[in-house]
């Protein structure tokens, strides 16, 4: 009731304002903002990538792209968080209105464009944040950076998350940066990829530590093509998929108010779709290889699915949006490891 009332309330704002004002309420005052909202999160321990999560339930990113309210996040729950998309230099990102909400849809599009503040305010922001648990670092390219010279941008970023980071996420399949999708396919993702696990090696040297890699892929990709990456990711050595980003059908929401709105589709309509690519990834990489299950995860029914279908982990944005805090603990639980469930 609590938070159908917030939501009300931020709802009658735009949809990026309501975002702004709800991130900097949970950056300056997160103890006084998740007040009313605050979880202990569901013990559930779970190993994977060389980590131990809290629980498998994880704030995808895209939600707070400065990693400025790690504090908050830990108070509601979340087992891990990732943060990001960062980019080397700051970005304003695609010009306002982008993002537009589909209530009668539970969805989202957005079109935002990696606006970030630049890694090195991401990086001072984790650097002072209180936080101990698991932390994920989304890394992208900036717009102005031609997609030959990519691999330069994710790996200058590699670089000044990798003594910060748990796991970085690299990535390729956000629909609002011109031509981004274009290294999934196999060519200049092996390329990419490769550049990128060189430097990861000069880096584990450095720190005496091996960070964990992830590709975040699009749920757009048809089976052959799903099959092409996840087999070039595995022969690039990188660590896990995440599986997915955003859409750009539209056929799910087909007649809705700002259904022409260009920009990524999030929230209940991605559901199947990103669920249908989960599976054919978990197929294509067998059964041991880490994926994170992300898009469109709005219950208990729909998290036990994504389990189903071989996520080891799950990550939720739009849900979190619509149906509020008390869906984190909620999703955790119908997860939850059947000793961790008998205990509660």
């Not at 792209?65 to 230099?89: I, M, S």
Request: hydrophobic content about 40%.
């Amino acid at each position: 009731m609590l938070y159908a009332a917030a939501r009300s309330a931020l709802f009658r704002l735009d949809a990026e304002t309501a975002h702004e004002l709800t991130l900097a309420s949970f950056q300056h005052l997160p103890r006084l903002a998740t007040l009313p909202f605050q979880q202990t999160p569901v013990d559930d321990p779970v190993d994977c990538l060389g980590l131990r999560f809290r629980n498998r339930v994880g704030l995808a990113a895209g939600l707070d792209k400065n990693g400025a309210c790690l504090e908050a996040w830990a108070r509601l729950g979340f087992g891990f968080v990732e943060v990001g998309t960062v980019t080397p230099r700051p970005q304003p990102g695609n010009p306002r209105p982008r993002m537009f909400r589909l209530p009668e849809h539970g969805a989202l599009i957005n079109r935002l464009g990696f606006n970030n503040d630049g890694v090195d305010a991401l990086v001072r922001n984790v650097q002072r944040a209180r936080y101990d648990g698991v932390l994920g670092i989304n890394i992208g390219k900036n717009a102005v950076t031609a997609i030959d010279d990519a691999a330069d941008d994710y790996c200058l970023c590699l670089e000044k998350v990798y003594p910060h980071a748990d796991y970085v996420t690299v990535n390729i399949s956000s629909p609002n940066t011109a031509n981004l999708r274009s290294l999934q396919t196999e060519g200049p993702l092996a390329a990419l990829l490769g550049r990128v696990t060189d430097a990861r090696a000069r880096l584990a040297d450095r720190h005496g530590r091996r960070v964990p890699l992830l590709i975040k892929i699009a749920p757009d990709m048809d089976t052959e093509s799903i099959k092409r990456v996840a087999e070039t990711v595995q022969a690039s050595g990188m660590d896990g998929l995440i599986a997915t980003n955003t859409t750009l059908s539209r056929d799910a929401v087909k007649g809705a108010r700002h259904a022409g709105e260009a920009g990524g589709l999030s929230g209940r309509p991605l559901s199947l779709m990103s669920c249908q690519a989960l599976r054919q990834a978990r197929a294509a990489v067998g059964p041991d290889f880490p994926i994170i299950g992300v898009g469109g995860i709005y219950d208990a029914t729909g998290a036990r699915e994504r389990i189903a279908a071989g996520a080891t982990l799950l990550q939720i944005y739009t849900g979190f949006i619509y149906e509020g805090p008390a869906l984190v603990s909620s999703l955790a639980k119908a997860v939850a490891a059947p000793q961790h469930a008998a205990s509660r």
